[in-house]
């Protein structure tokens, strides 16, 4: 039994080994220091041990040498290790431009998954080997944390916006998800299974599990007439709201002056709180959509005003998996 | 003696605090530091005892990984209560207010503390804090973690958090009010001749952690208060769906919290200092460097709350500025170590059982200190943050070092407080048991925690168990170890010995002053004429 015990998470992704050689690392700097330490003390404890009770051993005021030698060796150690860990925190949250998008929803007590074909799953995650998966991802009620210790990736996932992560897993198999910050109740039970499958088995996995008729953009659109946006945001020539057309990613330039990135979490707000930041040359018309659509919808919302750039130019894979979906229905 | 002029003239051996008054009144109307000293020890003993029955409970629930001996709400309870608690209500007052109560003024020539009334006002506010928390349970608990985070605390949780947030409120006064106390009484009643750099480092470390006290509680009080308000009267402030910012809640948190931790260490750090000069009878090494290195940790630690939340969606620039500070305030817990350790160089070191202790310290804070390096590294934070790793990393520190720290404390100074020996031959067997227990408690808790196991899991993946075996094994070990005290503390103070005013041969003013001190600690107010830790100067063994 004690043979197969296992200290090392495994190692499936690309940060997976990357992040292991800083623990390897900060490990081997500590036991040097440690075993320092340990050593002296137990060195001078025995050598210098009292012989008798009348000893009354110099007095020594300190060195200025030594107290800078062990100032400026840690000190120097610090910042290598700062260093080192920064430039893989730069890498973990700057997600590359190329990948897919998943979009998930925490909620008490259970993850919410939305592929941008349309397939849904419920605390399971299944993604493609070699490809970056960015995550975008909300809460409908506390803060969790989405972790997957395989691929030593972990992002709180919030009420109220959005917050993105990334992976490219290396390696098929199925690994642990957590909900990583305290929940409530279920905080335990949050749980599920991320499955990494060759590029072919996942999209057999598309195909056959896909019960959803509609990719995500498809069902935005939907949702996007259903609600009426479209009276005020419409491509006529004097709409009484502005065109969405090519907003994702644009700067808008708001009544205030500023300008502000129009990215995800700016189009869920401009949904909810439509005043907050109302776009130069328009008036408080939009209403809230607060309590009418859920997170899982405004991320469906989210995703057709973001497909409305591919007309534009094609280069996201809400198109891509937007439209194999749809030839494959039209076959 | 040779260095003051007030030995001389002792007072009768009985005419001591113990023995100044009878009664219960003559104790809960006291303004007697050394007197409020044991009320706090009787208080935070008493908590200490609830919140270890609480870890037990968690750890026995730890064994398998069904949830099978208490149900999840229950399990959520626990580790709750059991955070709250052992940081709230037994780490934080504990070195302070007892022994930092106790000794500072006799440590400084004083009479008493500055304000003799405002600290038994500061006892009376901590146990109406406590009691406050003692309802908590009766009315069924309080479920957020130690740590409260909104808007699960804040709108979701259906416990008590309102009253416990009281609770909370009510004890953060206690520590302001010993922090001014402390202060107050340091910049203002040294003896003559006892100027900041005589100081005992023990008084340094004390003034380090009473500014913190005075300049964080407060916002601790004030977010705590926010909490309860949007709790209570729905205003929005940390939950997103009445229009606030739950991240804000960590913010404000953390600013407290990050330096509360060096609250608990910093005052065990003076410790150590004490006990390994004495038996090393030596001079601390580089005096100067581990006096203003507690003052340069007070400091840094304000800057650095941020290294909680690096998976929290903060930028990455602010995430990076945060972790280098976080780098920084490691230095100056190393420089403390080598000094301690260079301390003993070419010294004169005797294993009595306060040694012992610092022994068992220095291995384990050394760990607590290095894993910190781990949890400041921005890219492997985001794999450990929220895992039993960063639970394994704050024990060794807390349970580790401060804790051990105030066990030093305890037995170094228990002749002193009771005027009672103990027996050394069970107390160095229980600091060996406890140092075992802790190794196999939380050692483990590394390892599992670097495979992925989340923090605050009632229930979990099979593949962990034989770590949370090894864990619990090693918390039965510790409660062992933790209950030998209890016995032969008590035990001596019935028919132990009676101790001399020094016996260990120590150098500082409480040494001077018989044991136990009389009710005004000097007949005449000592002048020093010595730097502290002269054991060059040592005169003869009395024994
Ligand atoms: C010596 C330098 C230290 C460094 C570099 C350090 C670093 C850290 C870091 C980065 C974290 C956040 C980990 C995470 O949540 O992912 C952390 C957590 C913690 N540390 Fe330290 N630490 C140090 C010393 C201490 C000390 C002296 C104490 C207490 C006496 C302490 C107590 C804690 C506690 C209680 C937590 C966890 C709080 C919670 O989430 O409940 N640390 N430490
Ligand atoms: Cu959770
Ligand atoms: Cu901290």
Redesign the interface.
Known sequence: ?LSN?????EVAST?AG??DA??FF??A??VF??LL??L??TF??IK????S???????????LK??LL??VI??IL??A??G???????????PPVEGMNIYVVGK?WMWKIQHPEGNREINELHVPVGTPVKLIMTSE???H?F?V??F?????V????Y?TAWFEATKPGKY?L????????????MTGSVYAMEPVDYQDWLERESVATLSMAQAGEQLYNQLGCGTCHAQEAEPRGPSLYGLHGRAVELLTGNAITADDSYIRESILLPAAKLVAGYGPLMPTYKGQVNEEELLRLVAYIKSLNLDTEDSTSESRGGKELKEHRNE | MSNTVAVASHPEPDNNYWTAGYGLKSWLLTTDHKRIAILYLIMISVFFVIGGLFAVLIRLELLTPAGDLVSSDTYNKLFTLHGLVMIFFFLIPSIPAVMGNFLIPIMIGARDLAFPRINLLSWYVFAIGGMTTFAVVLFGGVDTGWTFYTPYSSTYSKTAVGLTAIGVFITGFSSILTGLNFVVTIHKMRAPGLTWFRLPLFVWAHYATSLIMLIGTPVVAITILLVFLERVFGVGIFDPALGGDPVLFQHLFWFYSHPAVYIMILPSMGVISEVVACFSRKRIFGYGFVAFSSLAIAVLGFLIWGHHMFTSGQSILAGMVFSILTMLVAIPSAVKVFNWTATMYKGSISFETPMIYVFGFLGLFTVGGLTGLFLGALGLDVHVHDTYFVVAHFHYIMVGGAIMGYLAALHFWWPKITGKLYSEAWAKLSAIIIFIGFNLTFFPQFLVGYLGMPRRYHVYPDEFQIFHILSTAGASILAIGYAFPAFYLIWSLFRGEAAPANPWNAKGLEWTVPSPPPKHNFDTIPVVKEEAYDYSRLEEEVV
């Open positions: 039994m015990i296992q200290i090392l998470p940060m990357k992040v800083l623990y900060i490990t700097v500590s220091f440690f330490v340990m002296l003390v001078f404890a210098f041990r009292r012989r009770k009348d000893e009354r051993p110099e007095p020594i005021h300190g060195s030594l107290e062990w100032t840690p000190f610090g910042m290790m700062f080192w860990g920064a430039v893989l925190y730069f890498d973990m949250f700057t008490q009620d506390v803060i944390s972790f210790p395989a030593r990736m972990k992002m709180d919030l009420p109220g916006r917050t642990h957590f909900c990583a910050e305290y929940c409530g109740t279920k905080h335990s039970q």
